[in-house]
């Protein structure tokens, strides 16, 4: 037998070792090819050697050596094999892949949540409709009549100033112009000329003023407004039912206070302030509604009266979840929102 034609042999068992050993998946085929190759008696290793004597004699030592070396090559695949294989007793589909031990707990996946805001504008929704209130919704792009018309402030007023509003169209400030509503107070209008009294709405929603972000302030912030109107609604009803909203949301010991101020659509006017923590912390105003005001939407103000109020929620957000910095709502960073 010539060396070439014995060599091409050791070869050929040498490259299908390689191949096999590197595509076993489990114990029983790594033992399966170890036989095959290594096995003592049949392996083709053995069955290559037992060909060495018909290799020329001079050709012997040369032939010796590279059976050595293919042979330790196979033996270091079939080892290779099986420290993958975890010394024979994984199962698992894919080399270097981890093992799976059912008996483990799962792993679980972190989910993702609603935004605090959205999350304290369900919770006031819910408190509020037990209070008897239904939620009622408007556009975020107004006109001037529903943002400061019919809510008796006139065109002369500084509430108007196109630097305190952000105006769609500058040059049509005054004549029909649209700009981002920048109170919510808009609602009870659109509210009031859809239906006749009595009324008991709450609605929430986004506001939008030119102000520079800081600690308190956003350019993009949420109000809550609320109105009723009805026959023989007092000035009371609306203490009563903003003392009865700041319990079920802040707690039983929070203290309510009315400070006289003034709007353009309430008469009297309040700012409404909660003592909680020992701190008084203004959240907004409140008042009973201007007779121009009902009579704008058609209403007869010697018929009904009416109580709104309109409420800061971030801030009622912010006290109650100890948060100091109102732009960490509208950062989107995880690590903040999480939490809530
Ligand atoms: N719209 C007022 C604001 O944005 C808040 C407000 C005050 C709403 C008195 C009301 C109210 O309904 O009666 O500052």
Not at 70 to 98: C, H, I, T, Y
Not at 105 to 116: D, T, V
Request: aromatic share 8%.
């Amino acid at each position: 037998m010539a060396l070439g034609e014995f060599l091409a042999e050791l070869d050929k068992v040498a490259a299908d070792a390689a191949a096999t050993f590197e595509s076993v998946l489990d114990s029983d085929s790594l033992e399966a090819a170890r036989v095959e190759f290594l096995g003592a008696k049949q392996g083709r290793l053995k069955a290559v050697q037992k060909q060495m004597g018909q290799v020329d004699k001079a050709d012997r030592p040369a032939a010796g050596k590279r059976l050595n070396a293919v042979k330790g090559q196979v033996e270091a695949a079939f080892e290779q094999a099986r420290d993958r294989l975890g010394a024979g007793k994984s199962n698992s589909p894919k080399a270097g892949a981890e093992q799976f031990d059912p008996t483990l707990p799962g792993r679980s996946i972190r989910q993702g949540h609603l935004h605090p805001i959205t999350q304290t504008i369900e919770t006031l929704k819910e408190i509020m409709a037990g209070l008897g209130f239904s939620i009622a919704e408007g556009p975020e792009i107004e006109d001037e009549w529903h943002n400061f018309e019919a809510l008796n402030i006139p065109l002369v007023h500084p509430a108007r100033d196109p630097l305190d509003n952000f105006y769609l169209s500058v040059a049509g400030v005054g004549k029909g112009a649209l700009l981002l509503r920048s109170q919510t107070s808009t609602v009870q209008i659109r509210i009031m000329e859809k239906m006749p009294p009595p009324v008991r709405i709450i609605t929430l929603g986004r506001v939008y003023r030119p102000d520079t972000a800081d600690a308190t302030h956003y350019p993009m912030f949420h109000q809550m407004e609320g109105l009723l109107v009805d026959s023989h609604v007092t000035m009371a009803d609306l203490k009563s039912v903003l003392r009865m909203f700041a319990t079920s949301y802040l707690g039983a010991d929070v203290h309510i206070r009315f400070r006289p101020s003034f709007f353009p659509f309430t008469e009297p006017s309040v700012e409404v302030d909660y003592h909680w923590n020992d701190q008084w912390i203004e959240f907004g105003g409140a008042g009973m509604v201007d007779p121009n005001v009902l009579q704008a939407v058609g209403y007869d103000p010697e018929q009904v009266t009416g109580f709104a109020f309109g409420l800061g929620i971030e801030r009622l957000c912010m006290r109650r979840h100890n948060i100091t910095d109102i732009r960490e709502f509208y950062r989107n960073d995880v690590r903040f929102l999480h939490q809530f």
